[in-house]
């Protein structure tokens, strides 16, 4: 009796299907938390969520009277570069419970 070499194929198709349905929830939910950053002690906020899409951007006052208008724009820069780094962790952490620690090349969040 000769045993299907592709007798489990349609189990793993069938596993990857779900497992695309559980990342597809995953990334609904990590949409929905947010994470803050900000730069120069608190001058400028920057708040994102888990689909590393900037949601807010506050600024302290006293930045805009200093008139300096590239410190501005380099904690702006500094805020949201850490708050997409914060949202990137996030997802990370979120898929990580979904493929149990492996790495999976192509997956968002994992490098």
């Known amino acids: 009796m000769s045993k299907n070499p592709f007798g489990n194929m349609g189990n793993l198709l069938k ?3 779900a497992m695309q349905e559980r990342l597809g929830k995953i990334q609904e939910e990590a ?3 947010m994470v803050e950053a900000s730069a120069g002690g608190g001058m400028v906020t920057v708040t994102a969520n888990g689909a590393m899409q900037v949601i807010k951007v ?3 006052p006293e930045v805009i009277k200093a008139e300096d208008r590239e410190m501005l724009q380099d904690l702006l820069v500094a805020a949201t570069n850490e708050a997409l780094r914060k949202a990137k962790d996030l997802m990370a952490e979120e898929v990580k419970s979904l ?3 492996l790495g999976i090349p192509g997956l968002p969040g994992v490098l």
């Open 15 to 17: 596993q990857a299907q």
């Open 58 to 60: 506050v600024i302290d």
């Open 99 to 101: 493929t149990g620690g």
């Open 31 to 33: 949409a929905t938390k």
